[in-house]
């Protein structure tokens, strides 16, 4: 969703702020928003688009300075596909990790589905395994938290929520997307949402950089790619920095697809590797290497308790 004209009403509240006079304002702010509206209006009806408001112009500027193509960013940002994501953002700020529901993939459902998974990609995973001495329940674990077992992957453009959350670093847009969206649907204060749009932004930028970087290489239209609110993409759900480092081509087609299962198996077992992940290792050296994956230790309990419920399961069939 994009934020229009609901931001330049949150423009308004804010200058007025400490008025007492609060019937005043609502008139003069009114009255200002008709006036826009009406000339939006009169711009449709002579033929001319709406003028929006560039939520990504300080955004372009500083990816130009970094080094990257000036006319490639500023033909890449005026495609009718990108939009500031108001909703992924807020989403995003509103249902972090605590909030997650870690049983709902240890039900039996969770878990039949798993052992199937495990049969389906044995091959893969048995090889995976072999090469990077990571459990293939522990891949398997991973895969069935991170995307269902492949089954959900995210619907968002991975540009548009990188883009969104690195433009956070701008008060501007942070005033716009508080005021007009998240302030009505939190009990978080503004407060802590500035530290959080700081810290994210931060991040979202050195993750757009990377994801750039990953679409050039691999030359893949960077407004085709879909993932989470959190910018994980692929089967694996990694951020594009951990692309960068860590995937690898599974099925040796010349391509790095996350999308696709026998690259997304195998480089969630050389991530895991590369982190330290060795076979035989006690249960708290296999938290701790989990923890890098997903920093929440309910995640890490999770991948380790699905993980030992599938080997057991595993055990009893071939014992019977
Ligand atoms: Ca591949």
Same mark, same amino acid.
């Given at each position: 969703?994009?934020?229009? %004209?609901?931001?330049?009403?949150?423009? &308004?509240?804010?200058?007025?702020?400490?008025?007492? %006079?609060?019937?005043?304002?609502? &008139?003069?702010?009114?009255?200002?928003?008709?006036?826009?509206?009406?000339?939006?209006?009169?711009?449709?009806?002579?033929?001319?688009?709406?003028?929006?408001?560039?939520?990504?112009?300080?955004?372009?500027?500083?990816?130009?300075?970094?080094?990257?193509?000036?006319?490639?960013?500023? =033909?890449?940002?005026? @495609?009718?596909?990108?939009? &500031?994501?108001?909703?992924?953002?807020?989403?995003?700020?509103?249902?972090?990790?605590?909030?997650?529901?870690?049983? %709902?993939?240890?039900?039996? =459902?969770?878990?039949?589905?798993?052992?199937?998974?495990?049969?389906?990609?044995?091959?893969?995973?048995?090889?995976?395994?072999?090469?990077? $001495?990571?459990?293939?329940?522990?891949?398997?674990?991973?895969?069935?938290?991170?995307?269902?077992?492949?089954?959900?992957?995210?619907?968002?453009?991975?540009?548009?929520?990188?883009?969104?959350?690195?433009?956070?670093?701008? @008060?501007?847009?942070?005033?716009?997307?508080?005021?007009?969206?998240?302030?009505?649907?939190?009990?978080?204060?503004?407060?802590?949402?500035?530290?959080?749009?700081?810290?994210?932004?931060?991040?979202?930028?050195?993750?757009?950089?990377?994801?750039?970087?990953?679409?050039?290489?691999?030359?893949?239209?960077?407004?085709?790619? !879909?993932?989470?609110?959190? $910018?994980?993409?692929?089967?694996?759900?990694?951020?594009?920095?951990?692309?960068?480092?860590?995937? %690898?081509?599974?099925?040796?087609?010349?391509?790095?697809?996350?999308?696709?299962?026998?690259?997304?198996?195998?480089?969630?077992?050389?991530?895991? @590797?590369?982190? $330290?992940?060795?076979?035989?290792?006690?249960?708290?050296?296999?938290?701790?290497?989990?923890?890098?994956?997903?920093?929440?230790?309910?995640?890490?309990?999770?991948?380790?308790?699905?993980?030992? !419920?599938?080997?057991?399961?595993?055990?009893?069939?071939?014992?019977?």
């Amino acid at each position: 969703m994009v934020v229009k %004209q609901s931001s330049l009403e949150t423009n &308004f509240t804010l200058l007025f702020r400490h008025s007492y %006079q609060r019937s005043a304002l609502w &008139f003069l702010a009114t009255a200002a928003l008709s006036l826009v509206w009406l000339l939006g209006h009169t711009d449709c009806a002579a033929g001319k688009p709406p003028v929006r408001p560039d939520f990504f112009a300080t955004l372009k500027t500083r990816l130009v300075k970094d080094g990257f193509d000036k006319s490639l960013i500023r =033909s890449l940002y005026s @495609k009718p596909g990108v939009t &500031f994501d108001q909703r992924g953002v807020s989403a995003y700020f509103l249902h972090r990790e605590a909030t997650l529901n870690y049983n %709902q993939f240890l039900t039996r =459902s969770s878990i039949g589905q798993a052992i199937d998974y495990l049969g389906r990609h044995q091959k893969t995973l048995k090889r995976a395994q072999g090469v990077y $001495g990571v459990d293939e329940e522990v891949i398997t674990a991973i895969i069935l938290v991170e995307s269902r077992l492949g089954t959900s992957i995210g619907k968002r453009l991975i540009f548009n929520t990188l883009s969104a959350l690195a433009a956070l670093d701008n @008060k501007n847009t942070r005033d716009g997307l508080w005021h007009s969206y998240l302030k009505n649907k939190t009990k978080e204060s503004r407060r802590r949402f500035d530290t959080w749009a700081s810290r994210k932004s931060a991040w979202a930028y050195s993750e757009l950089k990377a994801y750039l970087k990953y679409v050039k290489v691999q030359d893949i239209d960077p407004l085709s790619i !879909r993932g989470s609110y959190a $910018g994980a993409l692929g089967i694996s759900q990694f951020v594009p920095s951990s692309v960068l480092r860590f995937a %690898q081509d599974g099925n040796r087609d010349g391509r790095i697809d996350l999308y696709d299962h026998e690259d997304a198996i195998e480089s969630i077992a050389n991530y895991l @590797k590369q982190h $330290g992940w060795r076979p035989s290792l006690k249960r708290r050296e296999e938290f701790r290497i989990l923890l890098s994956y997903n920093q929440s230790k309910y995640y890490a309990n999770t991948i380790l308790n699905i993980a030992e !419920r599938l080997a057991k399961l595993r055990t009893k069939v071939r014992t019977n």
